[in-house]
Nanobody, 123 residues
Framework: QVQLVESGGRLVQAGGSLRLSCAASGGTFSRRIMAWFRQGPGKDREFVGGIRWSSGETYISDSVKGRFTISRDNAKNTVYLQMNSLKPEDTAVYYC????????????????WGQGTQVTVSS
């Protein structure tokens, strides 16, 4: 089994930066892919970025490419989402996910989810 614990969400001004953390436990086979999704007010869940745990290879959604990056720290079993140049439209609950498939952007490819952390970007 895999457990995911997210942290780092808070209120931040537009143009600012924020780093979210996802601490993972459980076998790496069940979390070959780690990803971040988000869900804004009145919106559907949206893929943000994914990373292969073993290699560190990443894929970032076009909607945030150039502003957001994803990385991991093997020693800490933690995945990070670094968010720069934040905009009010980035306001959402951000979720960490883990799975075995390489279909990065499909939410049903992930078997485990964190509880979510709120990010609010003010104008």
């Amino acid at each position: 089994q895999v457990q995911l614990v997210e942290s780092g969400g808070r209120l931040v001004q537009a143009g600012g930066s924020l780093r979210l953390s996802c601490a993972a436990s459980g076998g790496t086979f069940s979390r070959r892919i780690m990803a971040w999704f988000r869900q804004g007010p009145g919106k559907d869940r949206e893929f943000v970025g994914g990373i292969r745990w073993s290699s560190g290879e990443t894929y970032i959604s076009d909607s945030v490419k150039g502003r957001f990056t994803i990385s991991r720290d093997n020693a800490k079993n933690t995945v990070y989402l670094q968010m720069n140049s934040l905009k009010p439209e980035d306001t959402a609950v951000y979720y960490c996910a883990a799975g075995r498939s390489y279909y990065y952007a499909l939410s049903n490819a992930y078997n485990y989810w964190g509880q979510g952390t709120q990010v609010t970007v003010s104008s």
